[in-house]
């Protein structure tokens, strides 16, 4: 899955913590987009720290629809707390995917989730916030990949510069 196109889409998202732990989460996973809709985070992005710059390096995009303007094949996944949805740890990624996820204090809108490829939970007891969902679903489709990059290297890149821990055997 090295060259596939992974967009992130969020759907009326209120908190601007959440959107830019979702920009540090896509930088890890290295999503390619960020897009969002509404606008409650445009009211409060007055107040939005990024601590990675991840800004930088993701485009965030407020859009007026999430599945518009999507390259050819391009699935739409939207993962929800959804009777009937696909279970994570069953599901497998296409290649090219938007996966969206609804705001903090709702659900997807249905007009989305009918357009949807593919609906998919992730099963907790509970719910999570949307920046720990958004981290699992894209640890969940790195995981499953077979082009995964591993290694000391990786590590030593990734690493905050304070960190110079060694695993001695």
Do not use: W
Not at 22 to 46: F, H, I, M, N, P
Not at 94 to 116: C, N, Q, R, T, W
Not at 137 to 162: F, H, M, P, T
Request: glycine residues 6%; contains cysteine; hydrophobic residues 40%.
């Amino acid at each position: 899955m090295t060259n596939a196109t992974v967009i992130i889409g969020l759907d009326n998202p209120k908190s601007p913590s959440n959107v830019g732990a979702v920009l540090r989460a896509s930088r890890c996973y290295q999503a390619g987009e960020v897009r969002y809709t509404g606008v409650r985070y445009d009211r409060a992005a007055k107040f939005y720290t990024d601590t990675q710059d991840a800004i930088d390096t993701i485009p965030l995009n407020g859009v007026a629809s999430l599945t518009e303007n999507l390259e050819d094949g391009v699935e739409i996944v939207c993962v929800e707390l959804a009777v009937g949805a696909t279970s994570l740890p069953s599901f497998e990624h296409p290649e090219k995917a938007i996966y969206i996820f609804g705001p903090e204090d709702g659900s997807i809108a249905k007009d989305i989730v009918k357009k949807a490829h593919h609906v998919v939970y992730v099963p907790t007891v509970g719910c999570m916030n949307l920046a720990a969902t958004v981290n699992v679903v894209l640890y969940d489709r790195l995981a499953k990949s077979d082009n995964i990059v591993q290694g000391d290297e990786l590590i030593k890149s990734s690493r905050d510069n304070r960190n110079r821990l060694r695993v001695v055997k």
